[in-house]
Structures are given as structure tokens and as C-alpha cells.
């Protein structure tokens, strides 16, 4: 999931990061994106393991939201993934919203919750 949303850090750094804030007495909190183009329930799966693995403060999912301008935002326009327009969704749906902003290919689960197909 790093690669597709172009984060830049490899997980391996990651891990070694957050392993190390741990034991240096940190208080860690993680933030992970949900309903990312391609994300299966596997990589949902792997990012609540890596929650679970070291004595972390505090883990959060947030919707991915796709900003007009942004590759993201492009792509879902092109395939027709959006399932609203940004003004609309932009004023009314937030980062823990229930109500899908997106199709999703991943998740076959009925409109009015997290995610939505064709």
C-alpha cells in the first residue's frame, strides 16, 4: 500500500522506527489510510497486525479522501469511481465518515457503508 500511494519510506523503516520508539518509552501513535485503490482485505488485515505488534499508544484508520487536483482525485474521475462530486462530498463526509466516497474493487458491501463497488 506504501508504493501505490507513493509514501516514499519502505515498511521495513517503518517497522524499525516505531520498534524502536516503543522501547525508547514514546508514546506512538499510528495513523493508517482505509479504502486506498487496490487495498484488499489481506492489506487491511496486515496494517491491524502491525498495530498489534509493539505496545503502541494509539492506532487510527482514516478514509482516504481524494482531493480535486491530485492524482488520486484524477484516476477515480477517469474510471468513473466517484461516487459523488467534491463539492458535495468535500462539505459533507470527513476522514471517519460512514458513507462512501468511492467505488471500491476490494470490498463488495452495499451503499451507506464503508465501501462500494459497481
Known sequence: MLG???KGEKF????????N???LGFDVYLNFLAGV????LSDI???INFAFKYPVFYAEWSNIIPYP???LYDWLERKKYLLSPPEEYL???STVSNE????HRSFPIVRGKRFCTD
Not at 521495513?12 to 520498534?19: H, Q, T, Y
Not at 485503490?37 to 484488499?40: G, I, K, L, R
Open 69 to 71: 487536483g491530485t492524482e
Open 21 to 23: 520508539a516503543c522501547e
Open 91 to 93: 462539505n459533507t463526509n
Open 37 to 40: 485503490p487496490f487495498e484488499t
Open 100 to 103: 462512501p466516497i468511492l467505488k
Open 12 to 19: 521495513s523503516d517503518i517497522d524499525a522506527c516505531v520498534k
Open 4 to 6: 501505490i500511494i507513493k
Open 45 to 47: 488485515q496486515d496494517s
